[in-house]
């Protein structure tokens, strides 16, 4: 739904469309949004093998690997609207998103904190916080319920000993992050 309400947006912005449609898809998009967060919340099973085959800084790592990261997995439900980094804050895990989306909001100076991007299921946010022990340099909050995998700081540190490929990984991934961000030069820490 985030991305269905980003597309249109972007297609108006354009003229791609009238504005009399995107604001009826708009419309719809927010009826649909409301009525899921209406809905009881229940944990979802999502399997952290699969989640990490989808994640592509994990994909290389051999599976002896994988499953030694699988075991330091702690998992956490979020619900919508709760802030799972703030920015300014010292960071100490990476997270991986199992379902749901979630919003990254930056503040600049005293300016109220605009959204830079929206992260779906599969994505993965913090991994600055794991190289550099630098702080968060964005808020992350749920948009929708769902869940998400945190993998502490000294669970990686104890991982990249026995598992030197997967520093590698986190190395290549936070220049990916770097890379594709428009807008900004740093990951989501």
Do not use: W
Request: proline content about 5%; glycine content about 6%.
């Amino acid at each position: 739904l985030e991305a269905e309400a980003e597309a249109v947006t972007r297609i108006a912005s354009t003229g791609g469309i009238p504005e009399s449609i995107a604001h009826e898809a708009h419309r719809r998009v927010e009826e649909e949004q409301r009525r899921l967060i209406r809905q009881p919340f229940e944990a979802l099973e999502v399997n952290p093998r699969d989640l990490l085959s989808q994640i592509s800084f994990f994909q290389e790592l051999p599976e002896d690997e994988l499953g030694d990261i699988v075991e330091n997995l702690i998992s956490r439900p979020v619900r919508p609207g709760e802030t799972i980094i703030r920015q300014g804050d010292r960071g100490a895990s990476l997270f991986l998103i199992a379902s749901g989306v979630v919003a990254v909001l930056r503040r600049i100076d005293n300016e109220p904190p605009k959204r830079i991007a929206s992260l779906y299921t599969g994505d993965f946010f913090g991994e600055m916080a794991i190289l550099t022990s630098s702080p968060r340099n964005a808020t992350v909050q749920a948009v929708s319920a769902g869940q998400i995998y945190e993998l502490m700081k000294r669970d990686v540190d104890a991982l990249t000993r026995t598992c030197p490929s997967l520093h590698e990984a986190l190395v290549s991934a936070l220049a990916d992050r770097k890379n594709a961000n428009t807008g900004t030069s740093e990951a989501i820490s």
